[in-house]
């Protein structure tokens, strides 16, 4: 990895952490003197059973998602609350100005793979493996349902469509302007959204300008033309068109709009949509059958697949992309 411009991951300190911070006694917190008690403190606010193992074959589809009871239901809670307070078109613009222009880092993708070894998606009710691992299931459930070599990219797809988790695991970004169901801004909140509830307290609520079915849009714009809520998905398919990937646009489609749940899965949000994006919503949907329905399967073996994949990236990519 080399740095072409040293920048701290957010600009903005961390809300969660702030409003942990501001709930204990300040005789009680000392960043410098006490991290590891205040490190304590900050995961109990995040509890889950921690002998629960998600690699469950027989697992039935009815049982993913499931958001009203789960092994990880007060850490994933906890993410929407902030996610759906602190998501407005203001932050969503703001961080559109500040990434959507790269250069910050160049890196290989497998470099930047490896980076997800350790990181752990905290709005998934679902697993508690690294995003590497994720990856990995992903893929090779894909290969498994097209092997011919002619959906390669359908593989290579399936391995880096989190990749865009880079924010959080490089740039530092709290997870709730990372990861998490997409949705978006401009326009009146879809009730289908999971925990919708929550935007009670997020301030476009009270904007008339934003609460109508279009908002500040067009019937028909296309959803190119929409701002989703800002994180992975928007990132990563920045990071590929700007390094002028290979990749099919039904690829494009898979990774910028795959958290999109409220448009792939409830029907949400069509009237903003065009012929092309209807098109490509049959893509997106199957993409969701290996991205959603891995997450119990048995976790592939990294040191087994790396040739496979990296002749892929090898492929479809440059040798080193700008970050």
Same mark, same amino acid.
């Given at each position: 990895?080399?740095?072409?411009?040293?920048?701290?991951?957010?600009?903005?300190?961390?809300?969660?952490?702030?409003?942990?911070?501001?709930?204990?006694?300040?005789?009680?917190?000392?960043?410098?003197?006490?991290?590891?008690?205040?490190?304590?403190?900050?995961?109990?606010?995040?509890?889950?059973?921690?002998?629960?193992?998600?690699?469950?074959?027989?697992?039935?589809?009815?049982?993913?998602?499931?958001?009203?009871?789960?092994?990880?239901?007060?850490?994933?809670?906890? =993410?929407?609350?902030?996610?759906?307070?602190?998501?407005?078109?203001?932050?969503?613009?703001?961080?559109?100005?500040?990434?959507?222009?790269?250069?910050? =880092?160049?890196?290989?993708?497998?470099?930047?793979?490896?980076?997800?070894?350790?990181?752990?998606?905290?709005?998934?009710?679902?697993?508690?493996?690294?995003?590497?691992?994720?990856?990995? %299931?992903?893929?090779?459930?894909?290969?498994?349902?097209?092997?011919?070599?002619?959906?390669?990219?359908?593989?290579?797809?399936?391995?880096?469509?989190?990749?865009?988790?880079?924010?959080?695991?490089?740039?530092?970004?709290?997870?709730?302007?990372?990861?998490?169901?997409?949705?978006?801004?401009?326009?009146?909140?879809?009730?289908?959204?999971?925990?919708?509830?929550?935007?009670?307290?997020?301030?476009?609520?009270?904007?008339?300008?934003?609460?109508?079915?279009?908002?500040?849009?067009?019937?028909?714009?296309?959803?190119?033309?929409?701002?989703?809520?800002?994180?992975?998905?928007?990132?990563?398919?920045?990071?590929?068109? +700007?390094? +002028?990937?290979?990749?099919? %646009?039904?690829?494009?489609?898979?990774?910028?709009?795959?958290?999109?749940?409220?448009?792939?899965?409830?029907?949400?949000?069509?009237?903003?949509?065009?012929?092309?994006?209807?098109?490509?919503?049959?893509?997106?949907?199957?993409?969701?059958? =290996?991205?959603?329905?891995?997450?119990?399967?048995?976790?592939?073996?990294?040191?087994?697949?790396?040739?496979?994949?990296?002749?892929?990236?090898?492929?479809?990519?440059?040798?080193?992309?700008?970050?």
């Amino acid at each position: 990895m080399r740095i072409i411009e040293a920048k701290e991951g957010g600009e903005e300190v961390s809300n969660g952490l702030k409003e942990a911070k501001e709930g204990l006694k300040a005789k009680d917190f000392n960043p410098l003197g006490n991290i590891e008690e205040w490190q304590d403190y900050k995961e109990s606010l995040y509890t889950e059973d921690p002998t629960w193992n998600p690699t469950n074959p027989e697992k039935k589809r009815d049982e993913f998602r499931n958001y009203q009871a789960n092994p990880r239901q007060e850490r994933v809670r906890n =993410f929407y609350r902030v996610n759906h307070e602190k998501q407005t078109l203001q932050f969503v613009l703001n961080q559109e100005k500040k990434y959507m222009k790269l250069g910050r =880092f160049k890196m290989g993708v497998w470099e930047a793979l490896e980076l997800l070894d350790k990181y752990v998606d905290d709005s998934d009710p679902d697993t508690n493996l690294s995003q590497l691992a994720h990856a990995l %299931q992903t893929a090779e459930a894909v290969r498994a349902k097209y092997p011919d070599e002619k959906y390669d990219w359908y593989h290579l797809t399936g391995l880096i469509h989190d990749m865009g988790k880079f924010l959080g695991s490089v740039y530092k970004e709290d997870q709730w302007c990372v990861v998490g169901d997409t949705f978006p801004l401009g326009c009146k909140f879809a009730k289908k959204i999971e925990f919708s509830k929550f935007f009670n307290n997020n301030v476009d609520s009270n904007n008339p300008l934003l609460n109508t079915r279009c908002g500040i849009y067009k019937r028909g714009c296309g959803l190119e033309n929409v701002h989703m809520s800002w994180g992975h998905d928007e990132y990563l398919y920045q990071v590929c068109v +700007q390094n +002028q990937c290979t990749l099919p %646009q039904e690829a494009l489609y898979m990774i910028r709009y795959h958290s999109f749940y409220p448009w792939h899965k409830e029907g949400e949000y069509m009237h903003l949509c065009n012929s092309t994006d209807l098109a490509m919503l049959k893509w997106v949907q199957d993409f969701n059958n =290996f991205d959603l329905y891995s997450k119990s399967d048995k976790v592939a073996n990294k040191e087994e697949l790396t040739k496979y994949y990296k002749k892929l990236i090898n492929k479809y990519f440059p040798k080193e992309l700008n970050w």
